[in-house]
């Protein structure tokens, strides 16, 4: 059972437009990260939202923590080539057996 | 200073095998997690150790285990490899544990025949 769904799975556009990638479920979470994996590396942290309606932002990447801490968003502006590559949300529950459960991701591709 | 190092980087086993992963953390890293990473399933969470001792474990049959040194440097040990092992092993340290910045190494990627 996933947990964590991503939404879209696939994203292809031009060089310059924006977009919003969604991690959603029906569970509560202390915190959300998100990663971003490129070819043949390990994914890297871009993120951690750890309050609910919390806002983030990062150069022209905006996070935002649903109210509930069980959904969060991504959203960029003006893309670049550079912004290619697999997002992934990660959700942290402390209460009882902690583990990090990792999003469905979605592929980015930004075309120039 | 250095990051994470997961040897070796590619592997090649046939089923029924067992095959051992290594990891060695950032150092004052203490909690060392492996990751499993399929085209189908994502990234899916194994186990973390922290101070030698297993703290957190995934949904994975008995056949994954795993072990953490004094340095904090972990194995992690698949038995009877099956087909639906090969994948992306992925290890990730951290100051205190899951709810900090995990660190990704670039991973192991094994192959099962």
């Known amino acids: 059972t996933q947990l964590l769904e991503q939404s879209p799975q696939f994203l292809s556009i031009q060089e310059g437009e924006n977009l919003t990638v969604y991690c959603n479920s029906s569970s509560v979470f202390s915190s959300l990260q998100w990663y971003r994996q490129e070819p043949g590396e390990g994914p890297v942290l871009l993120v951690t939202v750890v309050t609910g309606g919390e806002v983030k932002k990062l150069k022209r990447l905006t996070f935002q923590f649903g109210d509930a801490r069980k959904d969060s968003s991504l959203h960029i502006t003006a893309a670049q080539p550079g912004d290619t590559g697999l997002y992934l949300c990660?959700?942290?529950?402390?209460?009882?057996?902690?583990?990090?459960?990792f999003g469905t991701g979605t592929r980015l591709t930004i075309i120039p | 200073k250095a990051g994470v190092t997961q040897t070796p980087r590619y592997l090649i086993k046939t089923r029924g095998q067992q095959v051992t992963l290594s990891c060695s953390p950032i150092s004052g890293h203490r909690s060392v997690s492996w990751y499993q990473q399929t085209p189908g399933q994502g990234l899916q969470f194994l186990f973390e150790?922290?101070?030698?001792?297993?703290?957190n474990k995934g949904n994975f049959p008995g056949r994954f285990s795993g072990r953490q040194f004094s340095n904090s440097r972990s194995e992690m040990n698949v038995s009877t490899l099956e087909l639906g092992d090969s994948a992306l092993y992925l290890c990730?340290?951290?100051?205190?544990?899951?709810?900090?910045?995990?660190?990704f190494g670039p991973g192991t990627r094994l192959t099962v025949l």
């Open positions: 150790y922290f101070s030698e001792t297993q703290r």
């Open positions: 990730a340290s951290s100051i205190g544990g899951l709810q900090n910045e995990q660190f």
């Open positions: 990660a959700g942290a529950r402390d209460f009882g057996n902690e583990k990090l459960t």
